[in-house]
């Protein structure tokens, strides 16, 4: 009989197993407290149950599946971790350490289907869906759970392809039976896949950002193969429709690219294009990859963008890159290299 995965159930569909199981309802309780608040596995060391119900669940259930396979520090303190997968494929998170937080970047598939030309994990391909367990399973196993204060959907995948099992796990994370999290604690990214971004804003308060690269259409379509089934224009559309001046905030991620989409009119297009919009734009160094056209800006330049920005009244930051030495950076990662 194959073994049932309780990390990720709903209350409401723990307690239906439960009971098909005979044991008492109050059980659901308890192993919500042991899993999300106590972060406890494994059923014989959740005390306050019965012997009887523990062996009946260590017969029957899991709630947990198993640690990294392997594990690369940066010079910089960033880790990256390697998983294995249930159906046998591999994934990648990064925890970036920083003095007054720690960030767990995490991924909601195998591979993914968008392509983007700039994209490690695009050339990959796609490969599998994550269930909300292997997507919680990245930020319960790692030995620093217990300091992240951040979490971001911006490793490997398209969240909104996987978006049943993407809010199934934020569920987990900010319910008041799960960990009990802010939303503003966790960012969901994405390149602007539109059903499932209209359903992510009726359905979750996280943070969202959009993976924006540059205000052209023409451009963005010749990098991101997505452009041409959900134009970026659709979706600023729907986000000006949506109340961001209260807690949930709205950022647009721009790798810039070494004079493609780095200079004063490139500044001007995104100025136009997020007009009136509560957001702020977050510019990231690429970070090179093979066999692309695509190379890194100088600082003077990326700076000047920055300031360009800013003085027109666009709220805008450089992202400190991060982990580049292990490939564990913005667009890098693949498996390939662990």
């Known amino acids: 009989m194959e073994k049932v995965q309780l990390v990720g159930k709903h209350p409401e569909e723990l307690k239906q197993w439960v009971l098909e199981q005979g044991l008492p309802a109050y059980t659901v309780r308890q192993l ?17 149950l019965a ?28 880790v990256k971790y390697l998983f294995r997968t249930l159906d046998g494929s591999f994934i990648e998170s990064v925890y970036i350490p920083e003095p007054d937080r720690g960030t767990l970047c995490v991924s909601s598939q195998a591979g993914c289907k968008m392509g983007c030309a700039f ?3 695009g050339r990959m391909g796609f490969k599998s869906n994550l269930t909300a367990f292997e997507i919680l399973n990245q930020i319960f196993s790692i030995p620093e759970t217990g300091d992240l204060t951040n979490i971001v959907f911006m490793g490997m995948g398209e969240p909104m392809d996987n978006l049943d099992e993407v809010l199934r796990a934020l569920d987990c994370l900010t319910a008041s039976w799960g960990l009990g999290w802010s939303p503003k604690r966790i960012t969901v990214s994405t390149i602007g896949v539109l059903p499932g971004l209209n359903r992510f804003l009726q ?4 943070h969202l950002a959009i993976s924006l690269h540059t205000a052209l259409p023409d451009q963005r379509a010749a990098w991101m193969p997505s452009q041409k089934a959900w134009p970026l ?10 109340d961001f001046s209260g807690q949930r905030r709205l950022s647009f991620e721009y790798i810039v690219f070494c004079g493609l989409n780095d200079d004063k009119a490139h500044a001007d297009h995104l100025l136009r294009l997020l007009d009136g919009l509560e957001c702020r734009v977050n510019l990231i160094r690429f970070h090179t990859i093979p066999d692309t056209p695509f190379k890194r800006p100088d600082e003077t330049t990326l700076q000047y963008f920055a300031d360009y920005l800013n003085k027109k009244g666009l709220k805008t930051t450089i992202r400190k890159s991060r982990g580049e030495d292990i490939k564990a950076a913005c667009g890098l990662l693949s498996t390939s290299g662990m």
Do not use: Q
């Not at 259930?61 to 198993?66: Q, V």
């Not at 359905?203 to 996280?206: D, L």
């Not at 224009?233 to 949506?242: A, F, N, Q």
């Open 32 to 48: 919500l407290d042991w899993m999300y608040r106590k972060r406890v596995f494994r059923f014989e060391e959740m005390t306050n």
């Open 51 to 78: 012997k009887a119900t523990r062996t009946l669940l260590s017969e029957r259930a899991e709630a947990f599946h198993e640690a990294p396979a392997h594990a690369e520090k940066s010079a910089d303190g960033t």
């Open 119 to 121: 994209c490690m994990t």
């Open 203 to 206: 359905e979750s308060h996280c």
């Open 233 to 242: 224009s659709d979706s600023i559309e729907l986000l000006r429709t949506v």
